[in-house]
Nanobody, 118 residues
C-alpha cells in the first residue's frame, strides 16, 4: 500500500519561511519521480516543483528562486523549502509520486494547509 504523508504546513507571515516534508512508503522511492502540487480556493491545481530520481528539479515560474525541492533517498522523503512566502502562496499543498505524464501522477498525499497572512 502506497502512502504519502505531508507535514510542516501552518500559518506564516508574509516574507516568512516554511518547510514541508513528505514521508513515503510502499514505493521504490529512489526510482520515483516526486513532486509538490498546490491548490488555492477557487483555483486549479498547479505543479509547484518536481524532482526526478536523478535529482533534476523543475519549478513553476511563480516560485522560482523562492522554493527548493529536495529528496533524501535514504529516508524516502521529499521536502519543499519555501522562503519569502507571499499571501498568494496560500493553498493546500500535496505531495505526489510517480509521474505518468506531464499532468498525471500515480499517487497523491492528503495535503497540508499553508496560510500566508499577517
Amino acid at each position: 500500500q502506497v502512502q504519502l504523508v505531508e507535514s510542516g504546513g501552518g500559518l506564516v507571515q508574509p516574507g516568512g519561511s516554511l518547510r514541508l516534508s513528505c514521508a513515503t512508503s510502499g514505493i521504490i522511492f529512489r526510482g520515483t519521480h516526486m513532486g509538490w502540487y498546490r491548490q488555492a480556493p477557487g483555483k486549479e491545481r498547479e505543479l509547484v516543483a518536481s524532482i526526478t530520481p536523478g535529482g533534476t528539479t523543475n519549478y513553476a515560474d511563480c516560485v522560482k528562486g523562492r522554493f527548493t525541492i529536495s529528496r533524501d533517498n535514504a529516508k524516502n522523503t521529499v521536502d519543499l523549502q519555501m522562503n519569502s512566502l507571499k499571501p498568494e502562496d496560500t493553498a493546500v499543498y500535496y505531495c505526489v509520486a510517480g509521474r505518468l505524464s506531464i499532468t498525471t501522477w500515480a499517487y497523491w498525499g492528503q495535503g497540508t494547509q499553508v496560510t500566508v497572512s499577517s
